[in-house]
């Protein structure tokens, strides 16, 4: 089965900058969608960015937009989010997910199969 390890999340003040990595363990890290979930306390899972196995990349509805971007490194078997323009309301915990390169629906979590332990986001105002 697939591993994942989120790492890169810290305290920032609002208006600095992250790079969150997920590294990934398994044998077959290219061919899976990976996405990037957050979830703040008393809100629900939010989908932030997914990159599929073929490089298509899809970004969340709210403020993720124009300010974060994911990539990915196959040959590091490594996901990134470089998030700039930090803002108080991107505090949460951030989850690394990967899925199925079948699945077309990847700002669904149900559309993801593996899901890292998450790494805490602290923004300060």
């Known amino acids: 089965q697939v591993q994942l390890v989120e790492s890169g999340g810290g305290l920032v003040q609002a208006g600095g900058s992250l790079r969150l990595s997920c590294a990934a363990s398994?044998?077959?890290?290219?061919?899976?969608?990976m996405g990037w979930f957050r979830q703040a306390p008393g809100k629900e899972r939010e989908f932030v960015a997914a990159i599929s196995w073929s490089g298509g990349i899809t970004y969340g509805t709210g403020s993720v937009k124009g300010r974060f971007t994911v990539s990915r490194d196959n040959a590091k078997n490594t996901v990134y989010l470089q998030m700039n323009s930090l803002k108080p309301e991107d505090t949460a915990v951030y989850y690394c997910?990967?899925?199925?390169?079948?699945?077309?629906?990847?700002?669904?979590?149900?559309?993801?199969?593996?899901w890292g332990q998450g790494t805490q986001v602290t923004v300060s105002s």
């Open positions: 398994g044998r077959t890290f290219s061919n899976k969608n």
């Open positions: 997910a990967a899925g199925s390169r079948f699945q077309l629906y990847r700002d669904y979590p149900t559309s993801y199969d593996y």
